[in-house]
């Protein structure tokens, strides 16, 4: 089982920039893939970047360029740097640990979400 604790968000000026870390416990946490997601006021909850255990990453349209997922194992974290802040950035953004077994089992674990918020 995976317990992730999100930190680092907070407000910020358009432009500007911020690091959000997600602490995860749990004995194999380099096997999982790990996801930023986000739910902005009155929007549904979407991803922004995801990495793989072996370093792959994706993200989010609206992330691309401005976004960078990264993990470190050994200390059993994964960051979002996020650069170029939008208003529309706003949101509160959820850490995801993710793992599919061989035997169908699915390990899915989620924090309790960071407040981000882009304003003048």
């Known amino acids: 089982q995976v317990q992730l604790v999100e930190s680092g968000g907070g407000l910020v000026q358009p432009g500007g920039s911020l690091r959000l870390s997600c602490a995860a416990s749990?004995?194999?946490?380099?096997?999982?893939?790990m996801g930023w997601y986000r739910q902005g006021p009155g929007k549904q909850r979407d991803v922004v970047a995801t990495?793989?255990?072996?370093?792959?990453?994706n993200y989010a349209d609206s992330a691309k360029g401005r976004f960078t997922i990264s993990r470190d194992n050994a200390k059993n974290t994964v960051y979002l740097q996020m650069n170029s802040l939008r208003p529309e950035d706003t949101a509160v953004y959820y850490c995801?640990?993710?793992?599919?077994?061989?035997?169908?089992?699915?390990?899915?674990?989620w924090g309790q979400g960071t407040q981000v918020a882009v304003a003048s």
């Open positions: 995801n640990a993710y793992l599919k077994l061989i035997t169908g089992d699915i390990g899915d674990y």
């Open positions: 749990g004995s194999i946490f380099s096997r999982y893939t």
């Open positions: 990495i793989t255990n072996n370093g792959n990453t």
